[in-house]
């Protein structure tokens, strides 16, 4: 079975990251009760927990990979991000 390892990185008060939480929550419940759906894990990164990740995106949270690959970031595409979890071998 194909796996998806969805990442959310971002910061605690960040509202972008509240939206992308939740439309996150949305499509992979969506996306899991398909009989073709691949096993999604999804972690969240705090760019307070870790200089690299502070480094690299703190002008782009909340940031969204798929499989170490960056999906998207500021704003999450519900129909894109289901593509992509579809998508995934």
Request: hydrophobic share 45%.
């Amino acid at each position: 079975m194909p796996r998806a390892e969805l990442t959310l990185i971002g910061k605690p008060g960040c509202h972008l990251c509240d939206d992308a939480r939740e439309v996150i929550k949305a499509v992979v419940a969506d996306v899991e009760s398909r009989a073709d759906a691949p096993e999604i894990v999804v972690s969240e990164l705090s760019i307070l927990d870790d200089q690299e990740l502070y480094d690299e995106h703190v002008e782009d949270i909340p940031v969204i990979t798929i499989n170490g690959k960056v999906h998207t970031f500021w704003r999450v595409d519900p129909a894109r991000l289901t593509t992509a979890l579809l998508g995934v071998s």
